[in-house]
């Protein structure tokens, strides 16, 4: 058996006592550089797809630029609080036309933003200690093994982007100078780089802060000692930051002034919509006091569940928790008690291997700080520090401001990455200072075990219960017209599910897209059955079954599901839109136009609507009118239109729902080619009806 004495002459072999060469420096980043791409890549490419924090709602905003050719309104979806730019980067691999092609393309951009943001905090790291190699290492690999990184990469969402950016713009700042010295070119290009974050996600305005305040921190300095700077550097830093924050708002301005002109305000919390803030009130524990800030339970590190007590209880132990294992994670596979708990015991093994690399995290903030404070900081002290302090502080008021479990994801603290790595290195240079022969080795053996357990645990399926397949993946496939895809996820999942209502809705909207209405009416009407004797009965659903009827030429039925929903129904709109078409088909032109005006006042969005106004006046002997409508047809197209959460035409992306609001397409009065407005129809129209086309 090894003694620790054994154990120990072995690390110092290995390692090197005072790491002077590659050596075994080398083969921790060959080790550590192969686990952190290759967990990356196989989980991005090969792993379940469309899972992650709020997954579709991202996809959905891509889609909704592809769809449109437009960005959404201020008060869309989620467009108050997410700037386009990431989502600008989906639409580029939309275009390739594969569901699965834009899911994994944006799962590889977050894989790639996450390693991308470790090779910054190393070049910070170099720029601050150009002779500690193995300071380097560190700052890399505790950022690119860190659970939350790897769990989160393969995420279609913007954070990692913005994170990138950000930590790219302190990187710049850092390698030219930090806040003592700089060039125009460097400020510039920070200034951009802020402005760039801006506009993938208002975090980015952490970053932004803290660099401004290292300038105005360094302005005070030099006005305090009435001194000039280091010598060859006569620049104000207060004129510095003026040009950095002049440069990133000329960038991000136009869009947070939208908002400004919509709200009031540059930004606005999405629990300010009724939708969210109903699902945010059912979400515990619903208030949060100072004790929620001041205890750290031992039971993390025994059973990490987040929704319950004490952990729900402890915004730093979730987060610490949720740095280190992957709390919030989904699965569409109902668990067994016996998978549960083995997630639930990997999850505890984690935060146990999270123990010593986060005191020397710690350890290194207060040394840095130390050094900040004796004016040792470097180009990187002080900047660093702001950037963590104003990531931690805007945690803390998040979780006070949003007292729901959710909002104490460890995902929320990723703008303080590179501080983090920065912290890491600095505290490994302290342990060497406090242990001169192992203190080096010791901290290189506690991060790339610590980081190389991590991407074991992280690799999809290896570890952890495997995932299956997300629901959201057959509104994907619909949206791109891959329908047979689309059918087997949801064929899937009303065959499982205890109420398989939702799924049997968007099963028949994949036969209505496909042709098939007979189908749709069949399925239309069990998922009523199913729904009025659980006492869920749905006015849409009505209406949505509606146009199944009238495409499968029942036109009397029809009418009359048109009729209830209109009774019982607060979105009558495209309700009352598609008993116009049908009412035109019946022969009531008077009824059709009546209908379809009423529509049209309400929502002079509707595209297919003003068609059908055309087709009906045409019909009615007014061949102006029909003109008219026909041009008002072609503006409504080339625009983007209102509604929540995106007003994807037929399929609003709410609830993995597609077909939600069909609106049926009337070349002419007789009825002949009657059909549905899909999402290519939105993608084409605006430049079909220029020329003159209807289709």
Known sequence: MLSWGTLRRRALRVFGANVRGWGGLALAWAAVITAAVGVRLWNALYGPILWGYDAWGHVAYVLFLDVYRGLPWADQGWSYFHPPLHYAIGWVLAQVGSSE???????????????????LAALVAARAWPARRDAVFIAFASIACLPVHLYV??????????????????????????????SVRADLAVGGLLGLSLLTAFSGLLALLA???????????????????????????????????????ALCAPWYARNV????????????????????????????????????????????????????????????AGTWADLYR????????????????????????????????????GALGRDVLRGRGGAAGTTVLLLAAGNVAAFGLHAVWTPTWAAAKASYLLGGSLAFGIFAARGALLLRALWPRGGGPAALAVVAASGLAAAAVAVEGFVLTPRGESPAVGAAHYQFGEYDGARRVFARLASRAPFPVPWLDNLAAV?????????????????????????????????????????????????????????????????????????AVMGDLAGAESDLRAALDSDPSLTPAWLALGSVLAAAGDPDAARAAHDRASQAACRTPRGYPYGLGPGEVLEWGIGRRWLLLLDDVDGAGLRVALPDFYRLACARLARGGAS
Not at 268 to 297: C, H, M, N, Y
Not at 549 to 561: I, P
């Open 211 to 249: 660099i401004g305040a290292a300038l105005l921190a360094e302005s005070w300095r030099r006005h305090r000692k009435a001194g000039t700077g280091p010598a060859g550097d006569r620049r104000n830093p207060a004129a510095r930051a003026g040009l950095v924050v002049g440069v990133a708002l």
């Open 330 to 365: 989904e699965t569409a596979i109902a668990r067994s008690p016996a998978s549960h708990r083995n997630d639930l015991d990997w999850s505890a093994r984690m935060t146990w291997v999270g123990v010593l690399p986060t005191l020397l995290v710690l350890a290194g903030a």
């Open 153 to 182: 990469s393969p995420m279609p969402g913007n954070k990692l982007t913005e994170v990138v950016l950000s930590s790219a713009a302190v990187a710049v700042f850092v390698a030219a100078g930090g806040p003592r010295r700089g």
């Open 511 to 583: 036969e209505v897209a496909t042709r098939h209405p007979d189908r749709a009416v069949r399925l239309y009407a069990h998922a009523e059955r199913l729904a009025e004797a659980a006492g869920r009965r749905d006015p849409q659903r009505i209406a949505r079954h509606g146009v199944a009827l009238t495409l499968a030429g029942r036109r009397a039925d029809a009418r009359e599901r048109f009729d209830t929903a209109l009774e019982r129904s607060a979105d009558t709109d495209w309700v009352r839109a598609n008993r116009g078409v049908l009412q």
């Open 101 to 119: 092609f834009l899911i994994r393309g944006l799962a590889l951009l977050g894989s790639a933003a996450s390693l991308a943001t470790a090779a």
């Open 261 to 320: 002109a919509e709200f009031g305000a540059p930004f606005q919390k999405s629990s300010d919509f009724a939708l969210v803030a109903r699902a945010e009130s059912r979400q515990p524990p619903g208030e949060r006091g100072w004790s929620d800030f001041t205890t750290f339970p031992p039971r993390l590190f025994v059973a990490p569940a987040v929704r319950t007590e004490p952990l729900l209880r402890s915004v730093w132990g979730t987060a610490y």
